[in-house]
T-cell receptor, first 115, second 113 residues
Framework: GESVGLHLPTLSVQEGDNSIINCAYS??????FIWYKQESGKGPQFIID?????DKRQGQRVTVLLNKTVKHLSLQIAATQPGDSAVYFC??????????????FGKGTKLSVKP | DSGVTQTPKHLITATGQRVTLRCSPR?????VYWYQQSLDQGLQFLIQ???????AKGNILERFSAQQFPDLHSELNLSSLELGDSALYFC????????????FGQGTRLTVV
């Protein structure tokens, strides 16, 4: 497959362990955040989102935490599986002015799951 | 399958040439976004259309242009291509124009030689 980034931070975890991927976002005015997963050779795939009026949201095996004070977002994956191996991106929606609607993506973190 | 279709999947062309990338959004989605993904820049927002009108512009070069047609499909035109334009180009779509998840296509891999 093709690489989506040569110098991505990498997180290596054992199958069955929990994973925590962190992201610092840039704009205090951002009001909507998404985590995407990108497997090699594929487009980004939606995992979970959270609005700025929340600080935690849970999905199936995933939890997103939002700390607006320090502009930090995290994605927790429970019982990590080999199929979770991918690059994970956080994205923020700057909901004001001419940038309404578009997502600004972070650099990404490569998750590698060891069997 | 996200429901967003991009063609072609791969494109190889020479410097100075012009290419057109095509995107069909998910059924019912009015908003289309174009992103460029390169090894050194990551995913960069280029431009957004909503129901045929341009809504937001990001880091899109003047050599690049896009449009969204009445049937809601979109095209990204890249002209006077340079080696540095080689990248993955993604289209995404969403129902509304902001604060909602966007669904991405599989991308078009452009190689400029």
């Amino acid at each position: 497959g093709e690489s989506v980034g040569l110098h991505l931070p990498t997180l290596s975890v054992q199958e069955g362990d929990n994973s925590i991927i962190n992201c610092a976002y840039s704009n205090s005015a951002s009001d909507y955040f998404i985590w995407y997963k990108q497997e090699s050779g594929k487009g980004p795939q939606f995992i979970i989102d959270i609005r700025s009026n929340m600080d935690k949201r849970q999905g199936q095996r995933v939890t997103v935490l939002l700390n607006k004070t320090v502009k930090h977002l995290s994605l927790q994956i429970a019982a990590t599986q080999p199929g979770d191996s991918a690059v994970y991106f956080c994205a923020e929606n700057i909901g004001y002015g001419g940038s309404q609607g578009n997502l600004i993506f972070g650099k990404g973190t490569k998750l590698s799951v060891k069997p | 399958d996200s429901g967003v279709t991009q063609t072609p999947k791969h494109l190889i062309t020479a410097t100075g040439q012009r290419v057109t990338l095509r995107c069909s959004p998910r059924s019912g989605d009015l908003s289309v976004y174009w992103y460029q993904q390169s090894l050194d820049q990551g995913l960069q927002f280029l431009i957004q259309y909503y129901n045929g009108e341009e809504r937001a512009k990001g880091n899109i070069l003047e050599r690049f242009s896009a449009q969204q047609f009445p049937d809601l499909h979109s095209e990204l035109n890249l002209s006077s291509l340079e080696l540095g334009d080689s990248a993955l180009y993604f289209c995404a779509s969403s129902v509304v124009q902001m604060n909602t998840e966007a669904f991405f296509g599989q991308g078009t891999r452009l190689t400029v030689v």
